[in-house]
Each structure stands twice: as structure tokens, then as C-alpha cells.
């Protein structure tokens, strides 16, 4: 059966997850950061619950509640208190300008189509186009992880890279089973505690969450 509105609803939240991946790359604040990352986790929750009532996969409307407290609750909310805690200050510092790193990400989206269609074409979820819009997301938030200095706005880099990779799941394979989703939420929040645990240890030591000065220290 089709479901024209629904399948228009999901390529629409696709692109803009993927212009949520292009604002990060753009912008000089933490805390605006912060904020593209919370309209992710409502835009990968609302895709998967729409991906779920289409196909009727029940444990899709489960994923979407858990990717909703994790990624627009819970994560945010801890950020928010390591940032406060950290002292950090507001700016982004960035190791490519504005224009150069745009470019880049274009060419990384016109790559993940192309690599994606032979496998959109494979897959017979009612949302299989869309696996190009999961690995371009996945793609540039790698960039992003490669273009900033600072410690903490790498880790919103994963953790929209980790978006990606479960928006692909979800529309090439109806994600995962639910043992898994529930394993990879706990990882994904056990490792932002220990990112937060090891951003106080590299402030006390080196009085800065600027990685090209613990690289330096390193070399020396």
C-alpha cells in the first residue's frame, strides 16, 4: 500500500535533518550547538515514529520515544550543566572557514547519494530513498568532528553522527531489535558521562579544552 503524505513527511524531515547537519558546520556558538542537536533528536524521533506507523513496526514507536528523552531530554540537559560547569566560553573554534568547509560538505552529499543508490534500490522499506540522507548525515558530521577544535563540540559531532547512523537503520532495515536500541542508548549515554568525566580531568591539567594544545603537549 502507498502512503504518499507519510512518505513526503519522512523525505521532508530527512532534509531537514540534513540542514541540521550543515547549520552545525556554520556556526560559532556552543550553545547553538547544543540546540540543532536537541531539534535532531525531535526530527530523528518524529521521522521514526512516522517510519513506525507506516510499516507497523511497534518497536519503531518505542525507538522514537527512547531517541525523544535521550536526545532532546536527557543528553541536552547534561551538556548544558558541563558547558556551566566547564566555564567554557561561547565560541566555536574552527580549523576551516565558513565557505571552504559549506563546499565540503556538498561535495560529501552528492558522494552519499551516489554510493547510496545502488542500496536504496536494494532495500524495500516504504523510506529506502532516504538512505542517501542518513549517510550524508553521517558523512558531514564526521566533517564536523575534523573542523573543530574544542573537545565538547566534537562530541556533539559524534553524537550527530550517531544520529545519522540510526536515521540510515531506520530506513534501510526498519532499525534495529529493541535489545539492540536499548544497548546503543546506554552506551551512547555511559559515553557522554565519560567524555564529561574526561573533559574535567584535561581542564585540571591543562587549563584549556583546546585539543591542539594537549596535541602540542603530547609531541613534546
Known amino acids: 500500500m502507498n502512503h504518499p503524505f507519510e512518505q513526503s513527511l519522512i523525505g521532508l524531515l530527512g532534509g531537514l535533518l540534513l540542514l541540521t547537519v550543515f547549520a552545525m558546520l556554520s556556526i560559532r556558538r556552543i550553545f547553538s550547538m547544543i540546540r540543532i ?37 536527557l543528553l541536552p540537559v547534561l551538556l548544558y550543566r558541563l558547558i556551566r560547569r566547564l566555564r567554557l566560553r561561547g565560541d566555536v573554534e574552527v580549523v576551516l572557514n565558513v565557505p571552504v568547509t559549506m563546499v565540503s560538505g556538498i561535495l560529501l552529499v552528492i558522494f552519499s547519494f551516489a554510493v547510496a543508490s545502488p542500496l536504496a534500490r536494494m532495500a524495500m522499506t516504504v523510506s529506502s530513498g532516504l538512505i542517501g540522507v542518513g549517510l550524508a548525515t553521517v558523512l558531514l558530521s564526521f566533517l564536523v568532528v575534523l573542523t573543530r577544535r574544542k573537545a565538547v563540540t566534537q562530541v556533539l559531532g559524534l553524537l550527530s553522527l550517531e544520529n545519522g547512523l540510526l536515521f540510515s537503520a531506520t530506513n534501510a532495515t526498519y532499525g534495529m531489535p529493541m535489545v539492540v536500541e536499548l544497548g546503543v542508548a546506554m552506551d551512547v549515554l555511559v559515553g557522554t558521562l565519560l567524555f564529561g568525566v574526561f573533559f574535567f580531568q584535561i581542564r585540571d591539567t591543562f587549563e584549556k579544552l583546546d585539543l591542539d594544545r594537549l596535541e602540542r603537549t603530547w609531541e613534546d
Open 37 to 73: 542537536f536537541v531539534l535532531q533528536g525531535i526530527i530523528l524521533s518524529a521521522s521514526t515514529l512516522t517510519v513506525g506507523l507506516v510499516s507497523g513496526e511497534r518497536h519503531l514507536l518505542f525507538q522514537s520515544i527512547l531517541t525523544f528523552l535521550l536526545k532532546v531530554v
